[in-house]
């Protein structure tokens, strides 16, 4: 078995999350979340944690078929970005145009519904995170960084 090391003490420690956009025709898949406790009532895309067994991929998988109910092979996982909120998270983003199965809310306990939005006029109730993301993407950027905030006013 492979010999995992920990850091001790006062070193930071940030949690990992994963995200998959679900492109077709110029459109990307959406979840509303709802009794989450963290941004319900926003758009979202397929995503959440990186278990401690599993890599950042795999939990990108296991999310999109958790959340969308559409498998996804690791091949076809094209890596987006990485972004890191501030104090919180790594957020890893991947997105794909193929996947087997008809998207749609597939945990209706923490979605109350499904859409589809152009990449480029993408919802104004969707979280921060993911447009700012796309916005770095589309300027060739892999790495950005954002306060931890669905919503923030931007000044």
Do not use: C
């Not at 993911?130 to 923030?152: C, H, T, W």
């Amino acid at each position: 078995m492979e010999e995992r090391y920990t850091t001790h003490g006062d070193r930071h420690s940030i949690r990992a999350a994963a995200f998959v956009l679900l492109i077709k025709d110029g459109q990307t898949f959406l979840l509303r979340r709802q009794n989450t406790g963290w941004a319900d009532g926003m758009l979202t895309v397929p995503s959440g944690h990186v278990d401690a067994d599993e890599t950042v991929p795999q939990a990108a998988i296991k999310e999109v078929r958790e959340e969308a109910g559409v498998i996804v092979k690791e091949e076809d996982l094209e890596f987006l970005h990485v972004q890191y909120v501030y104090d919180t998270y790594v957020n890893f983003y991947f997105k794909t145009e193929k996947w087997e199965g008809e998207p749609h809310v597939a945990e209706p306990h923490l979605a109350s519904e499904a859409q589809w939005a152009p990449l480029d006029d993408l919802p104004a109730d969707m979280i921060y995170h993911i447009k700012a993301m796309l916005l770095e993407s589309m300027q060739g950027n892999y790495f950005s960084g954002v306060v931890n905030d669905p919503n923030p006013t931007i000044k």
